[in-house]
């Protein structure tokens, strides 16, 4: 039997669990987190002497800290992605599926032994506010100390989570093994009905932070159906107006699409006592109120976010945040140990080490960053922070936003004529592929609803429980799309983006409150050149505002082909009024 180590809890089922996976991993340490500080600057040190972490210029980045991934290590892998629920059908045609009990031979099979030599990491967490029925807690055992310090930013770490499962046997037992991380023995793999994750060979954020897109989005949407409410690739955030009138929106936009910027926007200066604050950047999970209205609570406590393209112009919330306590992975690193990547503010530096180690200057081919290179902060941290961020509660939705990174077709902005149209543009969203996840860079996909990765079961049911939350909601969000990605003949985007998206989400709040105009069009209500405020943005102008709100018939015509294959492919479980929604627009377009 293993040394279960100073085991720091007496709940059986927690207890049980732990020594069966530990006699079948084999580590020779088990180690309990109980995610207080000293145990953070602990561990910190443990991994700075491993040479997992390397300690930055603290004078420049307090509390910063530097990773390396293996090079072949560096995103989502969507093929190596399974869910294992008992038939195929309830995983659905989008997902890749395996039967649970096969499946969990195989990677037992993998992970005996695989701790030897290791320390296992018990890692307690809580995702959600501390008290709000809407939290779940969940334990990951993971041979990763990088692991166990992200995990310790990204949920809420230790004593809380017990607080919250009392005596409840209800949490997600997650194992991950790290094995040799090579991609042959790479599975991220979910078991739905058993509220269980195992993840081997990998020590990519969303492969191995279980917590997030495993249990927040894969295992969350699959609970959230059975027991009425949504999990969602949303961030979360609040509109405050000059007069103190608070506007809560979600926006599901795919992986590195905007999320995280969006919920951090800072208004332009023409925006005079109006502000932006932050309840999440990437998940949102929501459930009908006592009043009819939707109620949205973050599940994290941290930020996971994508460091290329980040600066004090596009998104100086994110750079204060990233200021210290930070964890950076995949970043280039300068001689004085401070951290650079494309698109950081200033010029290059002279002379660099890229993201693999080696020598980088700004003759060099290849990027010093990697496209996906990523940080991992506190949302503590976040100037823009909304205080309703820890209220079990959450916040009332007033809008459901999706978007997508689209060179063409789509409008700046729309907002659909009702829900169950505002669920079809949610169910037809296109965006190219990012490098959040491995292959097909800049290739339009569908991405229903952003959640194409991450959707626990089958996409068409998915798609009727969008469409069954409307009759227990009294106030629906209003629902919307937005593209900020539109280019010209040049390839250069047509719209500023960033700060100056509050002119659309101004524009999208107004709507909300029956105070802002619309046309109809046979997308949906477009806003007209004069209905977007332009004040003090140089340079752009009315006409411009007409190319980005513009609807090209020909691309249209595309449009809902390939709109088509994503329907015949769900066709066995597509719910009709998707069909309807179809028809209704080849008609009206
Ligand atoms: P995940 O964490 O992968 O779910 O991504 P995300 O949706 O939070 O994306 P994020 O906000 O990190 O943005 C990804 C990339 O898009 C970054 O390089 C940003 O600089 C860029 N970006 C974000 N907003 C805009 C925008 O309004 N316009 C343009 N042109 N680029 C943007
Ligand atoms: C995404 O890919 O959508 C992310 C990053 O937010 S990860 O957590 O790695 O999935
Ligand atoms: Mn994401």
Redesign the pocket.
């Known amino acids: 039997m293993s040394n279960l180590g100073s085991c720091n809890t007496n709940h059986p089922a927690v207890v049980a669990w732990v020594k069966e996976m530990a006699e079948l991993c084999q580590p020779d340490r088990v180690y309990w987190c109980n995610g207080s500080e000293a145990e953070r600057r602990a561990l910190t040190e443990q991994a700075v002497a491993d040479g997992v972490l390397l300690k930055l210029n603290q004078e420049k980045l307090p509390g910063c800290y530097y990773h390396r991934s293996n090079p072949n290590d560096v995103a989502r892998v969507e093929q190596c992605t399974y869910i294992c629920t008992d038939t195929e059908t309830e995983a659905g045609p989008t997902n890749n599926w395996a039967p649970p009990k096969e499946m969990k031979e195989r990677l037992h099979g993998l992970a005996r032994g695989g701790m030897k030599g290791r320390t296992m990491y018990v890692i307690p967490y809580l995702m959600g506010p501390p008290g709000s029925s809407l939290s779940k807690v969940g334990f990951e055992l993971s041979d990763s100390i990088y692991v166990a310090l992200n995990m310790r930013i990204m949920t809420r770490m230790g004593d809380v989570a017990y607080e919250q499962l009392g005596e409840s046997d209800d949490f997600n037992r997650g194992l991950h093994c790290m094995l040799d991380v090579h991609p042959d023995r790479r599975y991220i793999c979910h078991f739905p009905r058993e509220n269980l994750i195992i993840s081997v060979g990998s020590a990519y954020g ?1 492969n191995v932070l279980l917590g997030k897109k495993c249990l927040a989005l894969r295992i969350g949407s699959y609970l959230g159906r059975q027991e009425g409410w949504m999990a969602e ?1 949303m ?1 979360v955030l609040g509109v405050e107006a000059p007069n103190g009138e608070k506007t809560y929106i979600a926006a599901a ?12 926007l800072i208004p332009p200066a023409h925006f005079q006592g109006w502000k932006v604050w932050t309840v999440g ?2 998940i949102a999970w929501m459930k009908p109120g006592p009043d009819g209205r939707l109620y949205a609570i973050n599940p994290e406590a941290g ?8 600066n004090y112009q ?2 100086p919330n ?1 750079m204060k945040t990233i200021a210290r306590d930070t964890i950076y992975t995949n970043v280039a690193l300068t001689p004085d140990l401070d951290v650079w990547w494309e ?1 950081k503010d200033g010029d290059p530096p002279p002379v660099a080490t890229d993201w693999q180690g080696r020598p980088w200057t700004p003759a060099s081919k290849e990027k010093a960053a990697h496209p ?1 290179s ?1 940080f991992t902060a506190p949302m503590a941290n976040n100037p823009a922070l909304a205080a309703e961020v820890n209220d079990p509660n959450g916040v009332p939705i007033s809008a459901i936003i999706f978007g997508g ?1 689209r060179a063409s077709t789509m409008p700046l902005v729309l907002q659909a004529f009702n829900w169950v149209h505002g669920v079809f543009i949610g169910a037809t969203v296109g965006s190219e592929m ?1 490098a ?1 996840a491995v292959g097909g860079m800049g290739q339009v996909r569908r991405d229903p609803m ?1 959640m194409l990765p991450f959707c626990g079961y089958n996409m068409g049911d998915y798609f009727r429980h969008w469409l069954r939350m409307r009759k227990r909601l009294k106030y629906p969000p209003r629902i919307f799309h937005v593209n ?2 539109r280019k010209d003949g040049e390839g250069r ?1 047509l ?4 700060g ?2 509050m002119r659309v989400l101004k524009w999208i709040v107004d709507r909300c409150h029956g105070r802002a105009d619309a046309n109809e069009t046979p997308l949906g209500w477009l806003p007209g050149p004069q209905h977007i405020d332009l004040a003090g943005l140089d340079g752009f102008t009315t006409e411009d505002l007409e190319k980005v709100l513009d609807i090209d018939l020909e691309e249209w015509r595309r449009e809902l082909i390939m709109q088509e294959e994503l329907f015949l492919k769900l066709y066995a479980h597509l719910p009709k009024e998707m069909i309807f929604q179809r028809e209704l627009l080849v008609a009206r377009l």
């Open positions: 969303g690739h961030l936009f795919p992986s590195a699409c905007g999320k995280t910027n969006f919920a951090m950047d990437d930020y996971f976010g994508v460091a290329p393209g980040t596009s998104n994110a698109g996906n990523r990174r990012t959040a952003a900020w990605f985007f719209w500023p983006g960033f100056e998206n």
